[in-house]
Nanobody, 123 residues
Framework: QVQLVESGGGLVQAGGSLRLSCTASGGTFSIYAMGWFRQAPGKEREFVAAISRGGGSTYYADSVKGRFIISKYNAKNTVYLQMTNLKPEDTAVYYC????????????????WGQGTQVTVSS
């Protein structure tokens, strides 16, 4: 079974930067469409960013566009989220998703999910 493991979360001050990583392991090798969602307490999980299987297309939520960059390294089945100019409203648990066959996934419909990593941005 494929497993996703996120890393890079932590506590930062407003205006700071953080880089999240997510690596898929197990199962047979595959190139995935991947993305990031986040969930704050009392809120539903919301879309943050997504990248196509080949990495040629990216899509961002309006709230993070211009501040976050998603990228991937297919040889390692790893997706990254470079987060800059962080704001307190970015505080949430960030989840990585991977899809085996879709080109780009913008909804909560990934084949696999990580356990999440906490990002906390102080005022």
């Amino acid at each position: 079974q494929v497993q996703l493991v996120e890393s890079g979360g932590g506590l930062v001050q407003a205006g700071g930067s953080l880089r999240l990583s997510c690596t898929a392991s197990g199962g047979t090798f595959s190139i995935y469409a991947m993305g990031w969602f986040r969930q704050a307490p009392g809120k539903e999980r919301e879309f943050v960013a997504a990248i196509s299987r080949g990495g040629g297309s990216t899509y961002y939520a309006d709230s993070v566009k211009g501040r976050f960059i998603i990228s991937k390294y297919n040889a390692k089945n790893t997706v990254y989220l470079q987060m800059t100019n962080l704001k307190p409203e970015d505080t949430a648990v960030y989840y990585c998703g991977a899809d085996r066959y879709k080109e780009l996934v913008l909804h909560d419909s990934y084949d696999y999910w990580g356990q999440g990593t906490q990002v906390t941005v102080s005022s």
